[in-house]
Each structure stands twice: as C-alpha cells, then as structure tokens.
C-alpha cells in the first residue's frame, strides 16, 4: 500500500529528482522557453558540459516544480542545497557569469521562492 508523506517536502523531491539526472549540479539557470537553453553549473562555478537533453529534462522539473511562482518569460537560477529560486542577474550585472564572484549572484534580492526547506 502506497501511502503520501505529508512531511515530505517537495524541494527536496525536487532537488532529488536533479540530482538523479545530473548529480553534481548545483546551479540549474533557465532560461525562457523562446531561448530553449539551460545552463548547469556545478560546485566551482563552471558550467557543465552536458547534452541538450538532460538540460531539458532539469528546466522542465524546474518550471513544474515553481509553476506560477516565476515569470518564465525571464531567466531564473534554481540553488539546490537551499532549494531556492532566483531571478537571474542581467548579463551587465556580477553574479551573470557565476565565477564572477563565486556566489552564483544569489542575492536575497533576486529570491523568488523557496520550496520546502533545505536539502
């Protein structure tokens, strides 16, 4: 019998099923749909060099996974270990290029939600 635990916090479902695709990602940056390109970067700030695929797969959990809470026509940076969305900085902006200043450009400016806690 299969039953839903209502502890179960559906960021660290989300972080999960990431992790399963792409285990060491970090950073999943999605970029609007018109663009039809994600970026995964891993722990020292550089992208991933992954097929176009798995990069679908990631932004599509993600857009499900925030539904409404983002403006998808925008770019957005989901942070896995705080299960966090942001918005992405603008490209003249530091934090654009995530090696910039080793921070991602996480700024609690730019938070958009957090789903479910910390992983």
Known sequence: ?????????????????????????????????????????????????????????????IRQGFGRAADWRRAHDFYLPAGALYLTPEPHRIGYVPEDDYSFGLAPARLIAISGGKD
């Open 1 to 61: 019998m299969s039953r839903n635990d209502p502890a179960a916090s559906p960021c660290s479902n989300l972080v999960d099923a990431i992790r399963e695709i792409a285990p060491t990602t970090v950073l999943a940056r999605v970029y609007p749909v018109s663009r039809s390109v994600t970026h995964l970067f891993e722990s020292d700030f550089y992208r991933m060099l992954i097929d176009r695929q798995t990069e679908e797969r990631v932004a599509r959990l």
